[in-house]
């Protein structure tokens, strides 16, 4: 089982949940986060307008999945299609292990909680 | 007694009580989050403590004849408003007038407390507030509207530009002075929106404001409500054009403080000027107050909220370009445009006037304040780290770290 946590554009979330859902992967949660990469950041006041500063650190979207090991590929492909527009500040996927999943309403462990 | 007259007098009455809520928010959303309600606490302490104190002491000491202080300060005579019956009036029930003034003396601290945000200890600003109407607001106020001798001196003030703007924005120099900078200071509002429904609120409240202290329903009021509006349009779009001239955007919190700027700035003028009176005062509030932010904090003093920029230079260039402007046919009194030059002497005098008094008073009460052991006028490292919200009041403005 592998936790699959890609940082998007805010505005691309939308089309991501919709090509998720599209190839069968409904379970999954997101967050705002704030963070910075190769994207410049933006100018902002500091105060009345008379100051400004740099906010180099951008508002993304961290989604977060986990499933089984066969469905890593798909998933990961239908997010990318979904999220990518070609400039930069993209975001990143980043994939890892998951050691047990377990269902709270029955106690379905691993494989049978996906 | 004149209903007419009465009536707005209490309608402007409630006017200027609803500015302090709206200077609350204006203030509120420009700090960091975890201050937020720590910033408006010190709004509504000044409505809680100052109504109480207005109607027992505060109004006597301003308005009532002080004997031979009469050019200072008023008497104790109308202590707890004894003596004044429900018939009293001049035109207007003198309760009204009281109940107005109070507005007045309620928002006068509070605008100070821009100076002190994010690091002011709650106690400690209680106690200012007992000490600086008493010792501070009352004497400035009676000198110019309670028959002392800056009314004497035939100072124009219509409706508070030295007694509430000046006056706050010398004491916020006083108190940033001595409390010392900000740890970390924020980098953005932490709230647009309250501060520009803040400033809506306060140029709502302005009307009040403004053409209440004319305490009469007639021509003049109706004049000073539209110059008033004037002024803040005015000094909104030129804070606005300025900013995108200098800084390639205009942002929400200067085009609603340029709104403020100019409100401040036409507050003395507003019984006295007539529509280009008000445009210039507009145009110059907007110009004045924008640049006079950064030079504030090259300073390297922490006026967090940038009290003195907008009413203590606001109100100064208010109080003489009210010398400038005035014309006889509205006020009663000729200005500089008119071939008077003295007016704009005289208001010189009241500004250097109330920059000296208040300045030197308020450092005085603030530093004893400070030496005093259990007050002090400093929230503790931790405390300013954590945030006043939860160290000074145990709440937090919003809930959102998905706690239910």
Redesign the interface.
């Known amino acids: 089982m592998v936790k699959i946590e890609a940082i998007i554009r805010p505005e691309r979330v939308n089309q991501v949940v919709q090509a998720l859902e599209d190839i069968g992967c409904k379970g999954f949660h997101f967050v705002n986060v704030t963070g910075q990469g190769q994207q410049q950041g933006v100018e902002v006041f500091t105060g009345r307008g008379a100051t400004t500063t740099s906010r180099s650190s951008l508002p993304k979207t961290l989604l977060v999945t986990v499933v089984k090991d066969d469905q890593k590929d798909s998933v990961v492909e239908a997010i990318i299609e979904s999220a990518r527009s070609g400039n930069i500040g993209d975001g990143k996927i980043f994939v890892s292990s998951v050691g047990e999943v377990i269902r709270v309403r029955t106690g379905d462990r691993n494989e049978d909680a996906l | 007694m004149d209903s007419g007259h009465t009536a707005w007098v209490l309608v402007a009455s409630a006017f200027v009580f609803l500015m302090t809520p709206g200077l609350a928010f204006f203030y509120g959303g420009?700090v960091r989050a975890k201050n937020l309600v720590n910033t408006i606490m010190l709004s509504f302490m000044s409505i809680a403590v100052v109504s109480i104190i207005w109607v027992l002491w505060g109004y006597t000491l301003s308005f009532s004849d002080g004997g031979p202080l009469q050019r200072w300060v008023g008497g104790l005579s109308e202590f707890g408003l004894s003596g004044i019956s429900t018939d009293a009036n001049d035109g207007y029930s003198i309760l009204a007038f009281v109940a107005f003034q109070m507005m007045f003396a309620i928002i006068t601290p509070a605008l100070i407390t821009g100076a002190l945000v994010e690091r002011f200890k709650i106690s400690t600003y209680l106690v200012f507030l007992l000490l600086w109407i008493t010792l501070v607001y009352a004497p400035i106020c009676h000198w110019v509207w309670g028959g002392g001798w800056l009314s004497d001196l035939g100072a124009l003030d219509f409706a508070g530009g030295t007694v509430i703007h000046i006056n706050a924005g010398v004491a916020a120099v006083a108190a940033a002075f001595l409390l010392g900078k900000r740890r970390n200071p924020g980098?953005?509002?932490n709230n647009v929106p309250y501060v520009v429904l803040g400033a809506a609120i306060l140029w709502f409240g302005w009307f009040g404001f403004n053409a209440g202290s004319q305490l009469a329903a007639d021509g003049i009021a109706s004049s000073a409500f539209l110059v008033t509006n004037t002024a803040a349009a005015t000094a909104a779009l030129t804070?606005?054009v300025v900013?995108q001239i200098?800084?390639g955007?205009?942002?929400a919190?200067?085009?609603a403080?340029g709104a403020v700027a100019g409100l401040v700035a036409i507050t003395p003028a507003a019984g006295f000027v007539g529509i280009y009176g008000a445009l210039a005062i507009g145009l110059g509030a907007g110009v004045l107050c924008?640049?006079a932010?950064?030079l504030i904090?090259s300073t390297g003093l922490d006026d967090a909220l940038?009290v003195f920029a907008v009413h203590g230079i606001g109100g100064i260039w208010g109080a003489i370009a009210t010398g400038i402007f005035a014309v006889e046919a509205i006020g009663g009194t000729a200005g500089l445009i008119e071939g008077n030059w003295e007016q704009v002497l005289i208001q010189f005098y009241a500004v250097a006037a109330t920059l000296v008094y208040s300045g030197i008073v308020t450092l005085v009460i603030l530093k004893i304040l400070d030496l005093i052991p259990g007050l002090g006028l400093r929230a503790s490292e931790s405390d300013e780290n954590i945030g006043l919200d939860i160290s000074q009041h145990g709440e937090q403005a919003s809930v959102d770290d998905g706690a239910d």
Do not use: I
């Open positions: 420009l980098r953005q509002p804070w606005g900013s200098k800084n955007k205009m942002g919190v200067g085009v403080t924008f640049f932010v950064d904090n940038d």
